[in-house]
């Protein structure tokens, strides 16, 4: 079970947030009722307000690109992993205002649930 929640993270991270995205992957891999959450905008709820939420977010990040920097470490339905990305910001996020800003994150937890991400 560990090494799938893995490979399904990997394949996340790679086609939901890399360049060029796969927006088919959220219907692939999502649970169908998936809780996502992004630092500075609510909670999302299910793939189609996930999609709404990553459409937006591109539209505003038009060189969004993350990508993983260390192995996967999984146990159970954790997986444990650090990425790192971002963007130039050169269009409008929700309520935001373009600002022509370069912006980086990372981050360093992942979890599925019945081998989806929840």
């Known amino acids: 079970m560990s090494e799938n929640n893995k490979a399904i993270v990997a394949r996340w991270f790679t086609e939901f947030w890399g360049n060029p995205w796969n927006p088919a ?21 299910g793939r189609e307000d996930v999609k709404k939420f990553a459409a ?6 038009p060189d969004l690109n993350f990508w993983g920097t260390a192995d996967l470490i999984a146990e159970g339905d954790y997986v444990v992993g650090r990425w790192e990305g971002g963007g130039t910001h050169t269009g409008k996020a929700f309520s935001d205002r373009a600002c022509v800003a370069h912006a980086r994150t990372s981050s360093i937890e992942h979890r599925t649930m019945h081998g989806r991400p929840s």
Not at 25 to 45: K, N, Q, T
Not at 56 to 61: L, S
């Open 56 to 61: 937006e977010f591109r539209a505003a990040f």
């Open 25 to 45: 992957v959220i219907d692939e891999l999502a649970a169908p009722d998936i809780r996502f959450e992004y630092s500075m905008h609510a909670p999302r709820r």
